[in-house]
């Protein structure tokens, strides 16, 4: 078994203790056993369809080529076709939904743990997140026909999903999306599919807009329904959703042989994670028309999609899938960061080169030492370690949260709930920005050799870069974090969270190997609180939220130094239950515990400094000075 594998093992039998879920109704069919094979059977499939070929999806990205009729067909290469369909046939698209229609009614715990070994394997050949995330937005949102026609057939890997928020000139700022659509015809509100619309507007960075990995397309769509005026509802609140399936189909969810208005304008060729397709779609330009009348100009132009939920919703009812998306951008960074350290482990175990410094210098006669044996080289990895096994710790706990969520007694339902609130844009950027750090950590550890494309861990870089751009950037969390996460509902999930961590505080306190570290952390707690008050002190968002990055850091940094005092206090010798645990595994985690915080924890201050006092030397720095 994997050295991996028997981290997460760890992670979530002994320290979140997941066969307690087998106690609740919805879980009851499960065991430990069942468990086990969800995660044996996507391990095997990571292992066989999905990381041998993460060099091949690099260097030979999706291409188009022309179609007779003007259309631009997307060809990607074999092994991913093959990957996509193994990950179908293993059932993970629906693991999470009712046995009723064909899901395995798994814990979302053990979904996302499942899920993380594609990430490690390879992380743009993709496992369905945008499908999943797709359908099951809809089986919230959907009316019985729209569940039934499309987000069956994505559970099933038959079709796949998409996402379609952001715009050429609209991305952190979606009331800025231009794409328009009015009713179809007189008998709009009659179609069984939903209300039907036409659709007319640009949507850029579509990630899986096109490719020929599944039958059809559903794309999820925002745009803006006109108002009385005839002109676009200004902000969040003219902001529609529609279902706009690239082939049309009919109330049975079969094709009718007719392509829907949605033309492939191009590909974007990115930096990194290239096994995904990324595309500017035009919607309803007429380069495909829909019937033979009607549409925008009387002549079919206009991509047809169905209203999802009520007009006027659409974020609130997309918000469903982005922070379900977030969670998953979180798992991403976290396995492509433990990749990297693998990596960088293996490799340091087996390179010789120097040799140690004793009193009398260095003695060249004596053969040379692995690069391990060095200080140096032990910080960069044990940095990724905590980097990495911290974040992979967080995203778990969260994934448990929303097991409570869903399945916890009312209150400590809404109480996940809160806590969900608080921790997600965390959860997504913490990982973001530190298992980027690791991934540069693993390529410096390789020496010369890391920066070339003879070992793997230049990739791991490339691919790491985009979470802190996209489902919000880094900025725009921080501004939901500070701006709006630790003030909703009077501060409580605030202060939810800090109980949970003083928990946490009073256990660690009992153990004179952790008292340093408790102590550490109740005074981190008290930091970032009165910064909090103090950044709001004015209750002048300008001035609140100027530093709203450094806030976003000093945050995440408090929150993982939590997991890791978690952690430690889980594998002490004294915790009887923990005889799993081994001496390599306790040592592994008190030492990363004791890294966190004798090297990270102590980067909060500075940051929480320019928050507290309202730093504005950013904010005012005149354009013409830079
Ligand atoms: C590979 C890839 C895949 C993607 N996949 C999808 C997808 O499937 N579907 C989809 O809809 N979108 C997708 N996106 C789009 C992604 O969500 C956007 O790129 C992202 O939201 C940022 O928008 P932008 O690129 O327009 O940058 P901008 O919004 O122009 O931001 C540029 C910079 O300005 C900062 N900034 C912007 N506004 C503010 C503000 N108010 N305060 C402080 N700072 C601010 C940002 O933090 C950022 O640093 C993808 C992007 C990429 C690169």
Known sequence: MSSYRNTLDFLLHDWLHAETLTQRQRYAEHSRETFDAVLDTCER????????????????EPRTVTEPDGSLRVVLPQATHEAHRAYAESGMLSAAQDHDIGGMQLPYLVEAAANSFFGMASISMGSGLL???????????????????????????????????????????????ATKAIPDGADFAQDPLGPRYRLRGNKM??????????????????????????????????????????????????????????????LNHKCGWRGTTNTLLNFGEGKFPVGQAGGYDGNGAGAVGYLVGQAGEGLRCMFHMMNEARIGIGMAATMLGMAGYHAALDYAKNRPQGRPITGAGKDASQPQIRIIEHADVKRMLLAQKSYCEGSL????YCARLVDEQRTGTPEAADEARLLLEVLTPIAKSWPSEWCLEANSLAIQVHGGYGYTRDFPVEQYWRDQRLNMIHEGTHGVQALDLLGRKVRMEGGRGLSLLAARMNATIERAIQQPE?????????????????????????????????????????????????????????????????????????????????????YELTKIKPWLQVVAARDLTCATMPEAAF
């Open 45 to 60: 499939i990571a292992r066989e369809k999905y990381a041998p070929f993460n060099r091949l999806i690099d260097t030979d």
């Open 131 to 177: 499908t999943v995330g797709n359908a099951n937005l809809l089986m919230v949102h959907g009316t019985e026909k729209q569940k039934q026609v499309f987000a069956l057939k994505e559970f099933s890997g038959q079709w796949s999903g998409t996402m379609c928020l952001s715009e050429p000139q609209a991305g952190s700022s979606l009331s800025d999306i």
């Open 205 to 266: 960075w579509i990630s899986a807009g096109e490719h020929e990995l599944t039958e059809n397309i559903v794309h999820l769509v925002l745009a803006k329904i006109p108002g009385p005026d005839g002109k676009p509802v200004p902000g969040v609140k003219g902001i529609s959703l529609f279902i706009v399936p690239k082939k049309l189909v009919n109330a049975e969810g079969e094709l009718t042989g007719e392509r829907n208005d949605v033309a492939l304008a191009g």
């Open 393 to 396: 710790a967080l995203l778990l």
């Open 514 to 598: 952790l008292a340093e570290h408790a102590n550490a952390l109740a005074q981190a707690l008290q930091q970032v609180g009165a910064a909090t008050k103090a950044a709001w002190a004015t209750e002048n968002p300008t001035e609140a939220l100027a530093n709203a990055v450094p806030y976003l850091q000093a945050f995440g940094h408090v929150v993982l130094a939590w997991m890791w005092l978690d952690l430690a206090c889980r594998v002490l010798p004294d915790d009887t239950t923990a005889a799993a645990i081994t001496p390599e595994r306790r040592a592994g985690v008190l030492h990363a515990t004791r890294y966190f915080f004798h």
